[in-house]
């Protein structure tokens, strides 16, 4: 297998643990957290995880220059934070589907600022592929059947969430670039949980850290949910363009279509089943080692 191969691969992976990020976050809605704390339990729980690792196994990893640090606030802030909220407010307002079809109107945004930043050539694959990937997304949650559950402001929360996951594959292949993929998760979640941390009532994360299983879900969010993909998804985004990256990202709503219908009795229709079958292609065709 090549290294095409091998990074679409990562990125499928990658996409596939994120999908199922909903069945973690409704749980911790149901112990009385909130958006902004579940993404300071998600990010604070990566950062110190990954960093101890790091501590003890190379060291050389946790250093970086100072002038870069504009790159992790980048990636910490104006994506982690700003998207993590966003869509987990989505999550907990509308069906697990419908917010990820939102979420995934970044791969538009990342195409077109690849062109201009990094003059990614745009293909006709890549447009085709997206075009059937959205389209799938938005027939696998219902958002054009018009009972959806989705408001004015719930639509502008998936929109911004959407813009949020774009800016980690701008930010995010700027300083993988120039750090390994460890690197870049590890200081992504630890400048975000560090901005967090005063919005996010830590005494109470801690009052609902109550029994083992609460904990296990917590630890389940950082590790499963966020650090693995992350590296996974940065390590591919090293090795292939952030637009080809970004489509073959649509694996998360499929997985988190397929969840919803799994795990809360979301309805699979034939229209769902036709969404998810246009997303699949379109993961399919890029990840082809041939492909553009």
Known sequence: MDGKSTAALSVIAAASLWGSIGVFSRYLYGIGLTPVQVTEIRCAVTAVILLAVLAVTDRSKIRIRPRDLWMFLGTGVCSIVFFNICYFTAIETMTMSAASVLLYTAPCMVMLMS???????????????????????????????????????????????????????????????????????????????????????????????????????????????????????????????????????????????????LFFDEPLTLTAGLGILLMLVSVVALSRPEGP
């Open 115 to 261: 062109v201009a930043l990094f003059h990614e050539k745009l293909t006709r694959m890549k447009v085709l592929a997206l075009i059937a990937a959205f389209a799938g997304c938005a027939l696998a949650s219902g958002i054009l059947g018009g009972d959806n559950g989705i408001t004015a402001a719930g639509l502008l929360i998936g929109l911004g969430s959407g813009f949020g996951y774009a800016l980690y594959s701008i930010f995010g292949r700027i300083a993988a670039d120039r750090y390994h993929p460890t690197t870049v998760t590890a200081y992504t979640f630890l400048v975000a949980a560090v901005c967090l941390l005063p919005f996010s009532s830590p005494m109470d994360i801690a009052s609902a850290a109550a029994d083992m299983q609460s904990i296990l879900v917590m630890l389940g969010l950082g590790v499963m949910i966020t650090l693995v993909p992350y590296v996974l998804y940065t390590w591919g985004l090293e090795r292939m363009d952030p637009g080809k990256a970004s489509v073959i990202a649509f694996a998360e709503p499929m997985v988190a279509t397929a969840l919803g219908i």
